[in-house]
């Protein structure tokens, strides 16, 4: 986290999140995953493609997209993930507010929490780590704090699918099961575990947001 980030203030909330934060909890059941997935599917021509045709986007990405693309694809995609989702935003919220203590909703603004699809594998390229830090050029509405990330997993083409991580400087693995919620930082070194299965039979599918405390409005504010 950059801790000179104008818009960055330390301040005591509800819940607090430091460098290792990382929790998992059942969100959905395997059906209920497998309605979404069918919904993301239908609506491919609404995707973002992102990497020839291997990695798309189901709605704007905050780490992909540069500021002027970013916030006119949210416009256009916010009214067709709401259109199609808002029974699944209303359960995802309803997790995060109770598991942290303090009202949870979209980011005013900013992209909804979107989906990412793989089609296909790196073939011999290994993703790289990284840590998230869209909210260092998000446009936040107010002063904000407790950086997180979550990811939701809807389909894997495996069992070993998963998340690859560095926490204290050990090397870890993270697997991941359809209908399981992994709320957690995002500060910490971590990246998709490359899977060679991925195609476009068996995709991966997983909700991904992140998030932030506002301190004037006292709630928790989400985006993709």
């Known amino acids: 986290m950059d801790e000179n980030h104008p818009a960055v203030l330390d301040y005591n909330k509800c819940f607090k999140v430091d460098g290792n934060f990382y929790m998992e909890d059942p969100l959905f059941t395997e059906d209920e995953c497998k309605k979404i997935c069918a919904t993301v599917l239908e609506n491919r021509e609404s995707w973002y493609d992102r ?21 006119h694809r949210a416009i ?6 709401e259109k199609n989702f808002g029974d699944m935003y209303v359960r995802l919220y309803r997790y995060l507010s109770d598991k942290l203590n303090m009202y949870c909703t979209h980011l005013s603004g900013a992209a909804r929490p979107g989906f990412h699809i793989f089609e296909g594998n790196h073939g011999t390229r290994t993703s790289p780590y990284h840590v998230d830090g869209q909210f260092n050029t998000l446009n936040w509405p107010e002063p904000f704090s407790n950086p997180l990330s979550f990811t939701v997993a809807l389909a894997l083409p495996d069992e070993n699918s998963g998340m ?9 693995e993270m697997p991941y099961k359809v209908g399981n919620i992994y709320l957690h930082s995002g500060l910490f070194q971590h990246r998709i575990k490359d899977t060679k299965t991925i195609s476009k039979d068996k995709p991966r599918i997983t909700l991904q947001g992140h998030g932030g405390t506002l301190q004037f409005s006292r709630h928790v504010g989400f985006y993709f």
């Open 164 to 172: 690859e991580c560095i926490i204290e400087g050990k090397e870890q």
């Open 51 to 71: 990497e020839e045709g291997k990695f798309y986007t189901f709605g704007a990405a905050k780490y992909l997209d540069c500021q002027s693309v970013y916030y």
């Open 76 to 81: 256009m995609s916010n009214v067709l993930l």
